[in-house]
């Protein structure tokens, strides 16, 4: 009847969706080594059963709670868009490659981890993907430790450390993009708010292996095949002219400026389809061949056909049709959160862990452990973003804490310690990749240990925790029903 109260949800109802989900999600990514996709529409399914008949809600409420967080997340998603087509121009017309090969070249075995960690690190930014840096880069870094008696947990764990770091400050990265969209908050604001717990964090630990390099210096050549193979393979394949970093340092200028992120992603693909006429233009094609080359590239992305795997591997990506996988995953993940949060079933498991938040360090604390339990149980880094995201979001506002506190918080949590667990699907990948334990890098992971401490760190203290008030502009998707509760 109209009017009517609905019920509010007890917490035992409120948690059926989040068990049958997790059951789902072990099943289907541990046991069946799939993906989480299908688990997140059986949960989403679930919670619209409980919402209807247990709880009373009308068809019109349910479709709103399903769709409603998915409009919402519709600038990310055409972010990503583009950011698969930079990934692709930018590998076809050079960039990315160029990028790869100085990275190498900084190498040396005095400083051996540090130099790892930092060429991972600017590989990782600039592919957007440590599990690519790490598969490649990495994999090479690996054997050169070897050859340099150094231990495989330390080397790992230097490839690791970097290639998250770039992972997390780059906006071509997919949960970079992802954090601030489930948060309320704009790309570029929300990496360079990382900035304060991703850089001390970086810092920290390029500050370990140093001091690990000169108490246990390596000995050998870093000269190994693979190394020499892959410098090589790219100055052969690619025309690697210095000017090729202008595409990024355009990108770069347009953050700093404060343009938004779709404008200046759509910019660095302009930028990066010249450069490729410019310096990658194969006379032998002639111009249909060429266009058909960029063109696919855009789309499917770079195909690298050097016959070195570990070049081919590294580069064969992007493409507007590499992203899909990733936003179907989002819009499933973002529905069931809908849905669970507009049947109340999200405030009311909300309310029973926030009942240990007092304050808003203590909220950060309190977001950190949430992730860091959703990638021990659900063994996923994106449902450990977008399920605490949608939980503590109103509780952020409603303390006046910018939403970029949350999505800084989420990364800081969610993303960088995922691959420490063996059986998460990001510490199974890097276990395999690197062919090293979770538990035997996990030690040497300095910049995946220290950035959550960083980060609640700063919740207690109350540095670099700016309110709503001070940066009204970049709150995305943020109601008015929203901001009269915080005021309220």
């Not at 989900?21 to 619209?48: E, K, N």
């Not at 950060?364 to 880094?381: E, H, K, P, R």
Request: some cysteine.
């Amino acid at each position: 009847m109209p009017g009517e109260k609905k019920p509010t949800p007890s917490l035992g109802i409120s948690l059926i969706p989040v068990v049958v989900l997790i059951a789902l999600l072990f099943y289907s990514i541990v046991i069946l080594d799939g993906t989480g996709h299908i688990p997140l529409i059986f949960g989403a399914i679930v919670a619209v059963v409980i919402a209807g008949l247990k709880l009373g809600m009308a068809w019109e409420e349910i479709q709103k709670g399903l769709t409603g967080v998915i409009v919402t997340a519709l600038p990310a998603i055409l972010i990503l868009m583009v950011v698969g087509l930079l990934i692709g121009v930018w590998i076809v017309s050079g960039v990315v490659p160029v990028m790869i090969f100085y990275g190498l070249k900084i190498l040396a075995p005095g400083y051996f981890l540090v130099a790892t960690c930092v060429i991972c690190a600017v590989i990782s930014v600039a592919t957007g993907s440590s599990w690519s840096t790490a598969a490649t880069v990495g994999l090479a870094m690996m054997g050169v430790g070897q050859a340099l008696g150094m231990p495989p947990g330390m080397t790992a764990g230097a490839v690791i450390s970097g290639a998250y770091f770039g992972d997390k400050m780059s906006p071509l990265s997919d949960t970079t993009n992802l954090a601030p969209a489930v948060a309320g908050t704009q790309l570029f604001t929300h990496i360079r708010h990382m900035f304060f717990t991703t850089v001390p964090a970086f810092g920290l630990a390029l500050i370990i292996f140093t001091v690990i390099g000169i108490v246990r210096p390596a000995a050998g050549s870093v000269e190994t095949a693979d190394y020499l193979l892959m410098l090589s393979t790219l100055s052969e394949t690619f025309n690697l002219n210095p000017l090729l970093f202008l595409a990024p340092a355009v990108v770069l200028f347009l953050v700093w400026k404060q343009t938004p992120a779709l404008p200046s992603l759509v910019i660095g693909v302009l930028v990066g389809a010249v450069l490729m006429v410019l310096f990658q233009w194969d006379g032998a094609l002639g111009l249909a061949g060429n266009m058909d080359r960029l063109v696919d590239s855009l789309y499917t992305g770079y195909v690298s056909e050097t016959g070195v795997a570990m070049v081919d591997d590294l580069l064969s990506r992007g493409g507007l049709t590499s992203m899909l996988d990733t936003i179907a995953l989002i819009i499933a993940a973002l529905a069931f959160g809908g849905i669970m949060e507009a049947s109340g079933m999200l405030d009311r498991l909300a309310r029973a862990v926030l009942g240990l938040a007092r304050s808003v360090g203590s909220l950060v604390a309190v977001t950190a452990f949430s992730c860091f339990g959703m990638n021990i149980l659900a063994s996923d880094q994106y449902l450990a973003i977008i399920v605490p995201g949608r939980m503590y979001r109103s509780a952020f506002l409603k303390r006046g804490s910018h939403p970029k506190n949350l999505s800084r918080a989420l990364e800081a949590s969610a993303t960088v310690t995922s691959p420490l667990i063996p059986w998460n699907t990001c510490g199974a990948y890097m276990s395999t990749v690197l062919g090293v334990g979770a538990f035997t890098y996990l030690p040497f992971a300095f910049f995946n240990l220290a950035a959550p401490v960083i980060a609640m760190f700063y919740g207690f203290t109350g540095i670099s925790m700016p309110k709503i008030e001070d940066d009204m502009e970049s709150l995305v998707g943020v109601t008015e029903e929203e901001l009269r509760d915080r005021v309220a």
